[in-house]
């Protein structure tokens, strides 16, 4: 069965660091999502991007944060200077037009 | 925001059937019920969603009041593994993003 996957599956880095996450969604969607989920919280959405832009993105998906599909299979989140508060678990997700979005396994993102 | 209500928590024994109900009383009229599920340390899973008419498929059954003001997602017999926290999404379309609750955290007693 096709799946969403991510690396690394943990990333601890220093504050003020720039941290690349990747993703990998399922071969034939078009639509790809970020969503992110601190410790203990729920889950809240970053950004989605469709055909090659961003379609959407939240208040927490401020000027630190950008997203880019640099070779047709990669998605990625590029946090440029990490904060403290940016410590959470990291998932990529992916649909086609369809109403099911498959999330990966997430990356724990550790700022110290 | 999230647009939905559900308990914090709810509690089944093994093998029995599980209703988690979900309160929605300001859906419009194009947006579908989602439920998603989250076990320990994974991602959310997609577990079922419907527009009007109950669903059923493998995982789970979704029960849709006629007034679609509510929904409840009917897990027929309850294993440890379905031990997760559901949530309860309503969208409207394919493409746009989720916006999760709080959920309702299900355990499994033995």
């Known amino acids: ?112 | 925001d999230a647009k939905t209500t559900q308990p914090n928590s709810m509690e089944s024994n093994e093998e029995e059937p599980v209703h988690l109900p979900c309160n929605h009383s300001t859906i419009s009229g194009t947006d579908y019920i989602h439920w998603y599920r989250q076990l320990p340390s994974q991602g959310p899973e997609y577990v079922i969603h419907g527009l009007t008419s109950n669903v059923n498929n493998r995982m789970a059954s979704l029960a849709i009041a006629e007034d679609r003001k509510s929904s409840t997602l009917i897990l027929h017999r309850a294993t440890l593994r379905d031990a997760a926290v559901y949530y309860c999404i309503l969208r409207e379309n394919y493409g746009q993003n989720f916006v999760f609750g709080p959920g309702t955290r299900l355990s499994v007693l033995p």
């Open chain 1, 1 to 112: 069965e096709p799946e969403v996957t991510q690396t690394p599956s943990h990333q601890v880095t220093q504050m003020g660091q720039e941290v690349i996450l990747r993703c990998v969604p399922i071969s034939n969607h078009l639509y790809f999502y970020w969503y992110r989920q601190i410790l203990g919280q729920k889950v809240e959405f970053l950004v989605s991007f469709y055909n090659n832009e961003i379609s959407e993105k939240s208040e927490i998906f401020d000027d630190q944060f950008s997203v880019e599909r640099p070779d047709g299979s990669n998605f990625t989140l590029k946090i440029r200077s990490t904060k403290l508060e940016d410590s959470a678990m990291y998932f990529c997700a992916s649909s086609d037009e369809s109403n099911e979005q498959f999330f990966g396994p997430g990356t724990r993102l550790t700022v110290l």
